[in-house]
């Protein structure tokens, strides 16, 4: 079930949330600029050109995003500047990232990244702002090298906070019944799971149950390159 690639959104819905909440958001936990260095993640350097590329296809000229998991800070810095139209929103639970997601801020100014926000999927509700919605969550790399739990709580997160147009967008390697796990992948899910036995690569099927319990579909599921895919859910009341 691979789509093509012919996905762009050219509206928003009408009745997405108030752009001002979002502006005068009240108190969030965050992390001012500091001077840590950039840390920098070499897949991330190798994914976030194509990460960008598909996110311009999927989403409309204007929006509010929260990156879930940011990590290093290089796909928000990246991205932030793709998505000129776009507010965006990294976070993470790990207060080093923090610092590194802020330093990449720094060195890659754009108008739209936003101070990072330390935010954990476990600790649900998630402590935003109240009235707070996005028109896209974004989270990479984070189901397969976080306890099983974290798949639940992202999808019941994102759920909440999206607009009724938003997008779910989930980047990584996923297993698929009746496909053939890549070698890569297979080593891949072997080493995860050496490291840490809540770890691992995710069933598709599974990780899509728990969006439909949260609300949200699968709408389309885009190949991506060295094994990855990416994965855009939306509102499930809402039209494809
Ligand atoms: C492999 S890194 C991916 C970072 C970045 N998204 C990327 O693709 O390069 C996994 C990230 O998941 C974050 N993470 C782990 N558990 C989490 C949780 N419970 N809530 C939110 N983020 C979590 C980690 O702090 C880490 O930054």
Request: proline share 8%.
């Amino acid at each position: 079930m691979f789509d093509s690639p012919n996905l762009t959104r050219q509206t928003l819905g009408s009745n997405h949330c108030d752009r001002a909440a979002w502006q005068t958001a009240g108190p969030m936990p965050s992390i001012a600029q500091t001077n840590d260095s950039c840390r920098t993640s070499p897949a991330a350097d190798r994914n976030k050109s194509v990460i960008l590329e598909a996110l311009q296809r999927l989403l409309p000229a204007n929006g509010r995003l929260l990156e879930i998991a940011s990590g290093t800070g290089q796909h928000a810095a990246h991205c932030a500047a793709g998505l000129p139209g776009w507010t965006w929103q990294p976070s993470d639970p790990d207060r080093s990232a923090l610092s590194s997601i802020a330093a990449w801020a720094a060195q890659q100014p754009s108008p739209g990244l936003q101070t990072p926000l330390m935010l954990d999927v476990l600790a649900e509700p998630w402590s935003l702002a109240p009235d707070q919605c996005f028109d896209a969550v974004f989270c990479a790399n984070m189901l397969h090298i976080a306890p099983w739990a974290c798949c639940g709580a992202l999808m019941r997160g994102a759920a909440s906070l999206l607009a009724p147009q938003g997008l779910l967008i989930t980047y990584g390697p996923y297993r698929v019944e009746g496909e053939p796990i890549a070698d890569g992948n297979l080593s891949f899910d072997a080493d995860l799971r050496a490291r840490n036995p809540q770890w691992g690569i995710r069933w598709l099927h599974e990780v899509t149950a728990q969006a439909n319990t949260a609300g949200l579909r699968l709408d389309h599921r885009l190949a991506m390159p060295a094994n990855n895919q990416l994965l855009v859910f939306a509102q499930a009341g809402q039209d494809a």
